[in-house]
């Protein structure tokens, strides 16, 4: 097993990440907290495979909500809050988040609010999860926009069980793979050409290159987070390609694309904008040709309106005076935030479509 500290402004706390840790997640967290009750909550795909591994021979109680991104609402976010208050929970009781990014978003933001504030601990099940269970984003959608709603609350601790990403089907691979990318695409040439070398799939990675890979997407996502905690600066870079892909989400109606398929064709958007902007060549030819191997879209979805996506962007978190903001690459590694013009951002829409025919 390995650890991993993650530094904030207020604290600090452990990323476990080794294969089957997640039945000795009680032995994990009593070495540092001690709590009155614990409540589970997960999603159905999920309770299928691991909540009787978690449970073990524990009575605790849990919530499970419907599996996919459409839970991200208000209305499983009060079913939520009412499961939590039924169960009598204190502010000495703890959160068990068990599941993808869609249950850590919803059980974080239900920790973050519930008597103002409690304890939670995340227990990915996804590859995607290795983004977002760490930094403490928690929250949900509008359907104005994706994660509009929310609030910053870092988790108590993150316990990382390789063994659960086995059961994945193929498109969670992919799309929790687009994360993994992004972080080598924002802070390390040198991680981007070594996943680029493996050329297969991730899911065919063996335990030991799925161990690595966590660490260095984690730490990637760990050295931001201490350094800006609260996206008031450099935190922003994570969102690389996430300008277009949340639009395109949120466009397409949640659900109907997976959030790091929507991402890959945001990257590859951002790939082609930052050339464009710097004058400059990031491989991004290459990088599309890569991308479709591994079964990730690169392509804005021809049926989406430009102007609809145009003005779904300017809501974007990121975004200033409804001005559109982009994350891009001066090389890779060095990425900055810049202001783009409609007429631009538009022109390259055009050519992101044009590419899928």
């Known amino acids: 097993m390995d650890t991993i500290r993650i530094e904030t402004s207020g604290g600090s706390y452990p990323v476990h990440i080794g294969k089957g840790i997640r039945t000795n997640w ?17 999603d159905e795909a999920v309770e ?17 909500v419907p599996s996919g991104e459409e839970s991200k609402s208000f209305e499983q976010y ?11 929970l204190d502010r000495k009781s703890c959160i068990i988040s068990l599941g993808g990014g869609v ?21 990915p099940t996804t590859l995607l999860a290795h983004d977002s269970s760490v930094g403490g984003k928690t929250g949900i959608n ?18 990382y069980d390789i063994e659960c990403l086995r059961t994945l089907p193929d498109r969670e691979w992919r799309s929790g793979f687009s994360e993994v990318i992004k972080h080598a695409l924002i802070h390390d040439e040198t991680f ?57 989400e949120a466009e ?11 991402v890959a064709i945001g990257m590859i958007f951002a790939l082609r904008m930052s050339e464009e902007y710097f004058q400059t060549k990031l491989r991004m030819d290459e990088l599309r040709i890569w991308f479709e191997s591994l079964g990730l879209p690169v392509a804005v979805p021809r049926e989406l309106d430009m102007m609809k996506l145009l003005q779904r962007m300017k809501v ?42």
């Open 252 to 262: 397409l109606g949640y659900g109907k694309v997976t959030h790091g398929e929507a």
């Open 142 to 159: 509008h359907e104005l926009g994706k994660n509009l709603i929310g609030a910053f609350h870092q988790p108590a601790a993150v316990i």
């Open 192 to 248: 981007l050409n070594w996943l680029v070398d493996r050329r297969k799939a991730v899911q065919n990675y063996s335990d030991e290159e799925l161990q690595f890979m966590l660490k260095k997407g984690i730490n990637v996502k760990g050295a931001i987070v201490k350094e800006d905690e609260r996206e008031t600066g450099v935190r922003a870079y994570l969102n690389f390609g996430h300008t277009l892909g949340h639009a395109i």
């Open 78 to 88: 009060h079913q939520c809050m009412t499961a939590l208050l039924e169960a009598e």
């Open 26 to 42: 009680r032995e994990l967290i009593d070495d540092y907290a001690s709590y009155s009750s614990f409540f589970i909550i997960t």
């Open 103 to 123: 249950v850590g978003d919803l059980a974080g933001f239900a920790a973050a609010t519930y008597m103002r504030g409690i304890d939670f601990i995340q227990i």
């Open 48 to 64: 299928a495979h691991y909540l009787s591994s978690i449970l073990g021979e524990e009575k605790l109680s849990y919530f499970i």
């Open 316 to 357: 974007d978190k990121k975004a200033e005076n409804k001005s559109l903001k982009f994350v891009l690459l001066k090389e890779i590694g060095t990425p900055t935030k810049v202001s783009i013009d409609d007429e631009t951002a538009l022109k390259l829409l055009k050519k992101s479509v044009e590419r899928s025919v």
